[in-house]
């Protein structure tokens, strides 16, 4: 018992973790581990060690020792020619999705990879999306080298079966720019040659040319605008008047070609100057509206399916060789070997003696499984521990997992989308009314004074387009979006925000929603442990690399650890220290009545709900650590909050153990449904969509990715954004959801502000109505109208949006 | 008259500059990725290609 504490301070110096064990130097520098040292070695090699002066400690921790079998399947050609980008001759262009892109050291290394990899011709980074470009010379190197170069100075990346399927190469729209850009010009310019107009100046001789000169100059500069920046909404109009729809591009449309038609008659007619500023700052307005209903969280993913979480290959041992084969080709009865913390691709059966399978993926339940010899393994799960062999009992895509994306909710296209907004609704009747105002002017002006009829029946549908009315929605949506994200709720676009107002009905997964998976809680039964007993307890587990036993040795949190004279453990079981002369058992209660003195009568009767390890010392029984998950702070506010104005569901795969725990916090037993599988999540919530409720599903696993389909409003939770998440609607952090009941009424708010607007627009539209029918229209008026309807608009959905948002205690800035 | 539209002309075609040049900055993907490339000015070109000649030497 000689050792003492061996905690030295020191931090590695690539990844900046504490060097605890076996502290190794370089070039006088510590590293905490020998990957790390490797990567270190490399870059300085190369006199790439600015990588360590941009940021201090910047780099990756690296597991030890990448093997190069791992990327075999790299070498074939169909693989090689899904994952790249393009091919130009012997130039190659691949992507990758790097999740360890942190800081500036990682952008500068990977754009300065052609300094190790001559064959690499460049190296771009898009921090946001974390992914980098590489070009590359197929000759000099390979797609398979550059993997494993990345692996090996820790950046591996992200290659996942669901990039084999399908062609993911992104085709970035830039036109709405460019139409915005062409619309912004042909409006700066119009308004410049329409100034004379506005200040009546051309009263002298030489006037009349000069409106020739400008007129013909604004027709030029309009019909770029017409015919390629407005020319989505009048597609979109057509589509739906061929389909006898009306939708509110169809007000529009009429309004822009009222706009332009107009226009052209009066100057080549030489009888006005036109509304070509009023037209092309319309459309520039509309544009601006439609960039930002846009918006999108480009580095969260939003529809992700189970193959964005399998891995693209997996090592197959066919007439005892080991070759690296893509997931997608596995036949039943081949055999595979699944390393430490890699997935189970498809359901198999286990060869070997035992292993502990980790669903946390599947699940949300963080503690993994011990599973025996031919028990089968579901896809999904993690191999913890050692490397493992399994037999594929299933293909991947008929997996018990994968099943779920067979299911009817899946198919055919988002139904949340083809739901038409409030605006599209209502424009029918604004189109019904305008034409009929447009008619019933043409007609008495006919009887007045004829030769103004045309004049005023074209001013009446020029200045009732819906312009404010169609800024209203984005804007409002907009600020919304926004404002959410900055509160810690990702919503995938405007278009779903609708539904989320509209929710009546929410149902919970249990793990990792309610309950948070990485904070458990631990608290010992049992007769009372010395400081000494403790310190033996959390020096021997902190060498294993079980999560229980890292639980105990972090909530312990002793200061002065010991190193054991002998230490064995049986990995997933439990194990055995010695201390000079005392000897301690730490695990499950089988192990410990296999390893010590004790029998099946030494142990209290335990009906504990979560997890426990019991502690023997010197055979003798002392109790044991119970775990529990905390539940999520503020969850039960929450809850209490909601059950007022929603009727909120528990659906959770575990079994009953904790519903004591939580039946204070739903308003009845029924309410609360376990051991449900994800096809049983999934029905549930279709069985309340058929009553008529509008259901928000709150998940975390992929096991909850049906539920959150099918319902009305899906949103995921997820302590880390970038990590992992299910198709859904939104994606939240984890802390954020003690809020959902203010995001709730905000969204409800926000919808209310909609038709605010829409009121305000309205008037506008009155009051040039009125300028309109009496024949007052100028074009002066509308230049000045239309600008100020739609600035009107921005400013009060912005504002308003901020202020409804600060009242409710929601953060409004950065 | 004659001198409005020789400016007017020089206006538009300067105006037309801008209007390119902001194609081609859209076109060339200098809006895709707004964050990047304020860090990436950040770095110093000088130590990495001095360095990669030396390696070459090597």
């Known amino acids: 018992m000689s050792s003492s504490s061996t905690i030295t301070t020191t931090n590695c110096y690539h990844c900046g973790e504490k060097c605890v064990e076996d502290e190794l130097i370089s070039d006088e520098k510590s590293f905490c581990c020998a990957g790390c040292k490797t990567v270190f070695e490399i870059l300085n090699n190369y006199d790439l060690c600015t990588y360590y002066e941009l940021d201090e400690a910047a780099g990756n921790t690296v597991p030890n020792g990448i093997e190069r079998k791992r990327f075999d399947y790299l070498k074939d050609e169909e693989v090689i020619e899904k994952l790249i980008d393009f091919r130009n001759g012997t130039t190659v262009s691949a992507s990758f999705y790097i999740p360890n892109i942190h800081c500036p050291s990682c952008i500068w290394l990977l754009e300065n990879l052609q300094n190790i990899d001559e064959g690499i011709l460049s190296g771009k980074v898009n921090f946001l999306k974390r992914k980098v470009t590489f070009v590359y010379n197929s000759t000099s190197t390979s797609l398979r080298n550059i993997v494993e170069l990345l692996s090996t100075i820790g950046y591996e990346p992200n290659l996942k079966l669901g990039q084999l399927e399908s062609d993911q190469r992104e085709v970035k729209d830039r036109r709405l720019w460019l139409k915005l850009g062409v619309a912004g010009f042909c409006f700066g310019n119009i308004m410049l040659f329409s100034f004379p107009e506005y200040l009546n100046l051309d009263q002298s001789v030489s006037s009349n040319s000069f409106k020739i000169f400008f007129g013909t100059l604004n027709i030029v500069l309009a019909l770029p605008v017409l015919l390629y920046s407005s020319v989505d909404y009048l597609k979109s109009a057509w589509a739906a008047l061929s389909q006898k729809g009306i939708n509110l591009d169809v007000p529009i449309s009429i309004g822009i070609i009222a706009l332009f038609g107009r226009s052209l008659y009066e100057i080549l007619s030489g009888t006005g100057s036109g509304y070509f500023d009023s037209f092309t700052g319309f459309i520039f307005f509309l544009l601006i509206g439609k960039i930002v209903q846009q918006k999108t969280f480009e580095q969260l993913s939003f529809n992700r399916d189970y193959k964005s979480y399998l891995p693209i290959s997996v090592i197959k041992i066919s007439e005892d060789k080991e070759l690296s084969v893509p997931v997608d080709k596995l036949e039943i009865g081949d055999q595979v070997t699944i390393r430490n913390q890699e997935l189970i691709p498809a359901d198999a059966v286990l060869v070997s003696e035992e292993t502990q399978i980790d669903y946390s993926f599947i699940t949300g339940e963080s503690e993994p499984v011990l599973i025996e010899k031919g028990t089968l393994a579901f896809a999904g799960g993690k191999v913890i521990g050692t490397q493992s062999d399994f037999v594929i009992s299933k293909k991947v895509e008929h997996s018990y997992l994968t099943q779920l994306w067979e299911n009817e909710a899946f198919k055919g296209e988002d139904k949340k989308i083809s739901v038409t907004s409030f605006a599209d609704r209502i424009s029918p009747y604004f189109t019904i009314i305008v034409i009929g105002i447009a008619l019933l002017s043409l007609a008495i002006w006919l009887q007045i004074e004829p030769s103004k009829a045309f004049t005023i029946f074209s001013a009446v549908l020029i200045v009732a387009c819906p312009c404010a009315l169609a800024l209203s929605t984005p804007f409002t949506l907009g600020s919304t979006l926004n404002i959410l994200s900055q509160n810690g709720l990702f919503v995938r676009s405007t278009s779903v925000l609708e539904s989320l107002s509209n929710t009546d009905t929410i149902t919970f997964d249990k793990t990792g929603t309610i309950t948070e998976s990485g904070n458990t809680k631990i608290d010992f039964v049992g007769s009372t442990l010395s400081a000494d007993e403790l310190r033996f307890i959390s020096s021997s587990c902190r060498t294993s690399t079980h999560p229980l036993s890292k639980t105990i040795y972090k909530e312990l949190n002793t200061k002065s650890l010991l190193a054991p004279d002998d230490i064995h453990e049986v990995p997933g079981k439990g194990l055995f220290a010695n201390f000079g002369n005392t000897s301690l058992w730490v695990g499950s209660q089988n192990f410990l009545i296999e390893q010590t003195d004790l029998s099946y009568s030494d142990f209290p009767d335990s009906s504990e709900s979560g997890s426990v390890v019991h502690i023997c010392i010197d055979n003798k029984y002392k109790g044991y650590f119970r775990f529990e998950n905390n539940l999520r702070e503020g969850i039960g506010s929450l809850l209490a909050k909601l059950s007022g104005s929603y009727s909120t569901f528990l659906l959770s795969g575990d079994n009953e153990k904790e519903s004591s725990r939580l039946v204070g916090l739903f308003p009845n037993r029924k309410s609360m449904l376990f051991n449900q599988s994800p096809i049983q999540k999934l029905n549930f919530i279709e069985n309340l969509k058929q009553q008529g409720k509008e259901v928000l599903m709150i998940g975390d696993g992929l096991n909850d990715a049906g539920a959150l389909k099918t319902s009305s409003f899906g949103i995921a939770i997820s302590d880390d954004t970038s990590a992992f998440s299910p198709a859904c609607d939104a994606i939240a952090e984890g802390d954020s959801i003690k809020n959902l009941d203010t995001y709730l009424s905000f969204s409800k708010a926000a919808f209310k502000v909609i038709l605010f607007s829409f009121g305000i627009s309205l008037c506008y539209n009155l009051v040039g109505l009125g300028f309109a029918v009496t024949g007052h229209l100028s074009p002066l008026v509308a230049a000045i109208l239309m600008p100020l309807s739609s600035v009107t608009i921005m400013a009060f959905t912005y504002s308003v949006t901020r202020v409804i948002a600060y009242r409710m205690g929601l953060r409004i800035w950065e | ?58």
């Open chain 2, 1 to 58: 008259m004659g001198v409005i539209v020789v400016l007017i002309a020089f206006s538009l075609t300067v105006a037309l500059g801008f209007l390119a040049a902001f194609f081609w900055a859209v076109k060339s993907g200098q809006f895709d990725d707004p964050e990047t490339p304020s860090i990436r000015m950040l770095f110093d070109d000088k130590i990495s290609s001095t360095n990669k000649n030396k390696h070459k030497k090597s």
